[in-house]
């Protein structure tokens, strides 16, 4: 196996590193010389993250990016000698924890040096009290969730990737798990952290329940993407684990009773730590089995917690339902998707038989909630070549929702996939921020969304970013080309 072998898709402007074996040395003096690599197949296994456009690609042999090293640190002082090498040598760092992002935030796009974050993986208190645990930032979501869970805790933290994501991926992306309308996102969750700024310097935010201490810096670094810093260790909040579970699920003739219902159920104050929207394609799709649901628009509901409160919650919940003519399916199908929830092969299926698939997820306000599911769908179909678009709504709030699209296709004739991939992404957030929403709900922006960043933040907002980032990273060497569109300097100066 050659790397000569693979199309390199992010073929963008290289850095140069005149001595690699100097490099070399140099980090196996920082990490030892077994946790620092240049072999062909590591590098080979850090060209890609999760996105589904890379597995295409790995697919036909060509790949995303190619990294020159791979360093695996075991503690913050590493991670900030490497940062100064790095930023000496002019050479670009970037975080990888279980590569799992979707939108290519970890693919190393001018190569340089991958940080691998496995080696942060242990658990440094759990507090009772405080109900709080601190963890190294690189530990492993489902290993967390299991801990927590044999002492008598939940994260309340539910990726689908959890069994592959970590926490500083998940502070990098400002993920949201499947229970988060009870339990919050991640930035409800993160109290405290550890970060090693772009030029070695670490910082510690104390974990403090609230603070009113002028701008919070910390907020900087919670979907950061590891381009501001790199988060080496976190206290996240945790909770007693739920005394009961009530398992709900209704029926809808359309997409907007179901809305209506949800909206309503949440403005009571009511907030079951799952609810799952899915449109009549994918109801059809996924609960098939649930004669009652055909051609409906299945809705489930997690309400869990204290027994009496369950009890009440349960009670409103069913009661909002029926008053918007949902029909009640039982248990069953909410099982079912516990059983599944964490399968995510259909989509994965797609790329071996040439189909280009993927999914997005966007926020809007409840105002424009259905508007923005019928224009979505209405605007994606009209691609050629696209045979799939569906979506389902995944998170709650009292003010909005985030949905969930799923397209796929195959491109046609004189469209290559990648000119098609865009095209359905393209088309996805225009249609958002057309409508006033944002584009990225929880996936965070990576390379895929970097594009749209001025119609997301407006021009001044983007311009004092690129600053705030050029003051912490001067030298760019941190994950650039990601987020902002700043790309790499190849020479003093150049921007
Ligand atoms: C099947 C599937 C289901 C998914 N479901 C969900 C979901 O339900 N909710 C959700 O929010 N996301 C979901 N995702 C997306 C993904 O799991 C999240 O974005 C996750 O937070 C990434 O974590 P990771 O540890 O794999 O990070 P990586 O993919 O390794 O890295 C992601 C980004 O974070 C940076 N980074 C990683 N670690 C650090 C660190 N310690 N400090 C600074 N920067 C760092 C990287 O440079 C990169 O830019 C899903 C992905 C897949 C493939």
Redesign the pocket.
Known sequence: MNFEDFELIYNQKRCQIEDKEDIKKKLGNIVSAGNVSDKEIDLLAYTN??SLITLNWMIEGKIAGKPDFIVWPENVDQVSRILKLANKEKIPI?????????VG??IPIYGGIILD?KKFNRVVEINDKNLTVTVE??INGMNLERILNSKGFTGGHV???IY???V??????R????FSTKYGKIEDIVLGMEVVLPQGEIIHFKTIARASTGPQLDKLFIG???TL????KATLKIWPFPQKRALISYAFPKIEDSLEACRLILREMVFPAVIRIYDVAETNRHFEQEGKAKDKVMTIFVCEGKSDLVDLEEKITRKTCEEHSGIDCGVKPVEHWFETRFN?KETSMFPPYKIVADTIEIAIMWEKAAEVYHAVLEATSKIMGNLLISAHVSHFYSNGVGYYFTFGGVPPKGTSEFEFYQQCWNTTVKTVLDIGGSFGH???V?ISRSHWMEREWGTVGLDKMKKIKNILDPNNIL?PG?IYLNTWKIKEGEQ
């Open positions: 993250d999760s970037i975080p990888f924890a279980e590569g799992s992002g979707v935030g970890s974050l930032a690189g990726p689908q990737s592959t994501s970590s500083g991926g998940w502070i990098a992306h993920a949201a798990g499947q950061g993407e590891g810093g790199i988060v080496t995510v929880h996936h965070g990576g994950n990601k």
